[in-house]
T-cell receptor, first 113, second 114 residues
């Protein structure tokens, strides 16, 4: 059974600081996704990482994937209040019939002014 | 593109009543997923369909839950009878497997069972 673990589960940080969220998973996969969820809202796709060594950047967020270590990171650079949200990683537990994403527990990020 | 459309957005019902949640996936997507989100259990995959066929329903909590996908543009999740512990936000998501497999989520249906 595929297990996906994120840490930290909760992160409170000051504006302007840098930090990294980690996503570890238990079985082989080369497809990993990052989502953002604002309170009371749906999940919004941030990054799609489809191979070992993949790196994607959007604004102050950068995601990377190391399939050998079964690890993805979401790095936040110079955080701003607008980044406050819950971030989920999801891993594709590929089977023959179709994909099935398993989500981590989420990291709730709070950026303080 | 209208995105994934779910209805109703909010549903309040009494224990024992039947609840039906509806989902219209993005046109052209061939996989559809139902997730449930609660504070205690996070995001749980209930069932997913590939080309309208149920592939994995191991996440469906019990026989009170059923899901159908009669065609490529419509799916339902039914709870009968409903119980207070079913209160949650239910998300429908769709994807095109042969492309990136990225899931696109609907706005969710918030269910409250009294």
């Amino acid at each position: 059974e595929l297990k996906v673990e994120q840490n930290p589960l909760f992160l409170s940080m000051q504006e302007g600081k840098n930090y990294t969220i980690y996503c570890n998973y238990s079985t082989t996969s080369d497809r990993l996704y990052w989502y953002r969820q604002d309170p009371g809202k749906s999940l919004e796709s941030l990054f799609v990482l489809l191979s070992n060594g993949a790196v994607k950047q959007e604004g102050r967020l950068m995601a990377s994937l190391d399939t050998k270590a079964r690890l993805s990171t979401l790095h936040i650079t110079a955080a701003v209040h607008d980044l406050s949200a819950t971030y989920f990683c999801a891993v594709d537990g590929v089977n023959n019939a179709g994909n099935m994403l398993t989500f981590g527990g989420g990291t709730r990020l709070m950026v303080k002014p | 593109d209208a995105g994934v459309i779910q209805s109703p957005r909010h549903e309040v019902t009494e224990m024992g009543q039947e609840v039906t949640l509806r989902c219209k996936p993005i046109s052209g997507h061939n996989s559809l997923f139902w997730y449930r989100q609660t504070m205690m259990r996070g995001l749980e995959l209930l069932i997913y369909f590939n080309n309208n066929v149920p592939i994995d329903d191991s996440g469906m909590p019990e026989d009170r839950f059923s899901a159908k996908m009669p065609n490529a543009s419509f799916s339902t999740l039914k709870i009968q009878p409903s119980e207070p512990r079913d209160s949650a936000v239910y998300f429908c998501a769709s994807s095109f497997r042969q492309f990136t497999g990225e899931l696109f989520f609907g706005e969710g249906s918030r269910l409250t069972v009294l």
